[in-house]
């Protein structure tokens, strides 16, 4: 029945926003590499908000960046917005979102595929995993087409065993009425990975004629623009305005009224959706007191008149949902183009997962994006990355690559997935960061792109830039701590700044200590005998402004550090160790933490466990040693 | 490889001994320096060598006790790191307050159960044959420390630091929310309302931290059970101890329906005495559930004050309760001693020891001295250790109280020198993370949680 189609070293399932970046990273990494997608024009789709970056999320895609990988390049390359959030707070949030024209996008992003070596794409359903003596050796198509590779990485979104729920009506369906993946589930479990069912949806997209912006408010994006990528140093991309509305009395009263026919509430699904992202239904229930919520229009492309109703995802009856819309304020006449759904679908539970995204069970497969219980597409892309390295270095025979709490946004999504596992669609938010204040918008290359360019993905050219960027940074932080100013020098300029003259002579790093001095302030009487991009300028201020909060965080990543050095031996059986408390025996024998540091982020894992643990690895260390002295 | 420096109280308290607070890691020395004040420095001390002085407060410079430190520099030390131990001659109020002040100094934080010993093996001290029984020691005093710490979870206590959990994380989540969703219609944090909170969770722990040094809330002591069958003198022996008329005396059989708790101290002694209903079968439902909890006493109770009456023979009450006291710090109580005797002492001492029994008549008032100094007695033998963790773990909530009260100053301050609201987040963070360690919470996820329950968020 079948036939053997061809040998690989890699082969990615799905060519979403996680297998784009597995596939392209692998290539890159000098790995025949497969792609391969149950539809070619679905590459890189957003099936769902025309936008991709924001607070945390778009720190990844300065990471995934800093690492080599190509979101940002192609989002700076097609957005038709882009705003930097939260310039009013600290420097660590500043967030960078752009409104992304989704086609342009996912057409770029084909051709890049298309374009690199190593790389083909391909169209195909995979239906079952080739397991040979607990090792994925391979994958066989719908169409009868065995492919052979040394690691699999499975990036298949929301198509597994995807189920459509609108009102009534259910169907089963991928996203945006894809064909989706049935049989792959039950190959999975077949292996021995658990799934689960989880839930997200999308609100209904309107024909941007038959709004009525007057009724609405205007969101207009940056004059002054930044970037993704660490690369791109300008553009000259047109923008486009998002707007914003709300909710009526109206909206909330026909929701009511129609709430027997919401599928959230009648029963009918029975995946977990994500608390950050209800479905309107949702929030005018548990909300009640909320009088309107929010609705933003955002525009899909530049070629399109589909406009994204950002707030009013729903699962409700194709009747209802038009009542909803039309009773928005703009919307009274807004014709739906494609209507909104909520969708099920199959997730593999991640705490089977390595932190280098391979599966425990199954040597050489892994698994990266919303199969592994995430939602986003950022969050896709920055864990497909992880999985297309590891998944090449594991056939080159090198070791996995571990992105730690602290060098990266990536780190902790991954840590906290396969550490705690998650009960619904995990997303990323600042605040599951502890070193917030090091993982920022603005160090992301100093972060990672040293571990890119060790991996390979970043080239010679790049990395000697960065360098010279870094080298800059540290002598123009040399310079201003070495220069002394004198109280006269530098009335006028502190004047200009609204600060405090000075009383005596000091260093003129202590001035931009100051809240209110900036960078510019000093620059103006001190000019830096370098040539400082904005970019390294902001750097230098960034570092001293906030220098005593940053070495505190530096301080607790020493700590962390320490424990997470404390390897666990792979032959460890938990059940042996006296001592330990049952519920944590059970714990760490299901996540079998890489380290000391891995096993106390384990929840039911209490400080005396870490105690006897440590003990432990103390007592199997010196044993160790001694045989090996002794033999 | 350990960072950090630890302390606890390595000896029983009493008003009269001697108690050593044990300090060890890199810190000791330079920590305990700053706080003593002696002709020589200890930094420049030698090993092995013992110091006069005084331990002092550097907030206020007042002195808060003499004492002798003794002090060893790694790896000589029982765990090979360097340790001061610091001698104080006793009282309860005096250790506690040195221990206060030696918490508050930088980088020294309460020892978990089992800490020093676990350090002296991680550092080599210990013997590999030795690493079974130190493992059963964490396990062993972490799970006595754990239902101690449960105990108090379920108090007044914790219900009042849930609470001002809650002020935090409320403020907390607001901040979240600002910064992960900056374009949703939740009103921006300004620095006056975060100022406002702080000083809210403030107030609240100051008035903890008030009633924890007048003694009112953070009780300790060793719980100790009078127990004994009904109308044997239970509740007259609670009121002679504690001078006071609390409980219903009466001679009517069963009037005790319930569990009261007295603190007292006894020779120096800190006792949470638990006057329990008489415990005998009954039909009377609400007398049942006094003789449930007075079982419960029974079982919890680090001391057990046995009363039996003096006047009349053994009865299958008396009975059944002396078969349960097997392995248990008792004192058998003999009362009635102004009435004739019926009682089978013989029998009597066939299950408690004869120097723990003491013949009283509460009635009177006499054998007060008696029972008084068999508890001493007890206690200095080391056999009422379980009231330690107890102890410590007060003081531990003390300083993790004032370590709460120091980040929201910190998070106060901050927002009048311009810092961002991610920022001063970081430390009304570790308020709250502080307070949560009292409580033995994990952090984890009920940020998150509480931002989603608290703000209505979507796409």
Redesign the interface.
Known sequence: MGYVAGEFDVIVIGAGHAGCESALASARMGCDTLLLTINLDMVAFMPCNPSIGGPAKGHVVREIDALGGEMGRHIDKTFIQMRMLNTGKGPAVHALRAQADKFAYQHLMKKTIEETPNLTLRQGMAEELIVEDGKCVGILTKTGAEYRAKAIVVTTGTYLRGKIIMGELMYESGPNNQQPSVRLSASLKEHGLELIRFKTGTPPRVNKDTIDFSKTEIQPGDEKLKFFSHETESSDNEQLPCWLTYTSEETHRIINDNLHRAPMFSGAIEGTGPRYCPSIEDKIVRFADKPKHQVFLEPEGKHTSEYYVQGLSTSMPEDVQLKIVRSVPGLENAEIMRNGYAIEYDAVIPTQLWPTLETKVIDGLFTAGQINGTSGYEEAAGQGIIAGINAARKVQGKEGVIIGREQGYIGVMIDDLVTKGTNDPYRLLTSRAEYRLLLRHDNADLRLTPLGYEIGLITEERYGKFLRKKELVELELERLRNTKVKPDDMKVMLEAASSAQMTQGADALSLLRRPEVTYAHLESVLPSPYELSDEMKEQVEIQIKYEGYIEKQLLQVERLNKMEKKKMPEDIDYGDVRGLASEAKQKLSVIRPLSIGQASRIAGVTPADISILLVYLEHYNRVTAARKSGS | ?I?DTIAAISTAVGEGGIAIIRVSGPQAISGISRIFSSKISLNDAESHTVHYGHIVDPSSGEKIEEVLLTLMHGPRSFTAEDVVEINAHGGVIAVKKVLDIVLLQDNIRTA????FT?RA??NGRID?MQ??A???L??SK??RA?SVARKQAEGALSKKIKALRQTVIELLAHI?V????????VEEMTSAYIREQCQLAIGEIDKLLKTANEGKILREGIVTAIVGRPNVGKSSLMNVLTQENKAIVTDIPGTTRDVIEQFVTLNGIPLRLLDTAGIRETSDIVERIGVERSRDAFQDADLILFVLNHNEPLQSDDRQLLQQLEGRSVVAIINKTDLPGHLEMDEVERYVASDRIVRMSVLEERGLDGLEATISEMFFEGQLEANDLTYVSNVRHISLLKRAKGSLEDAIEATY???????IQ?DARLAWESLGEILGD?A??S??DQ??SQF????
């Open positions: 490889m960072h978990e159960p089992g800490e676990k093996f991680l590999l690493a079974e130190v493992i059963d964490i396990r972490s799970d754990f979240e600002n910064i992960d969703y900056p374009e949703h219609d020198s311009g810092i961002p609201i991610d920022v970081i994990e984890g996820d940020l998150i931002i989603f209505c968020l979507g796409k």
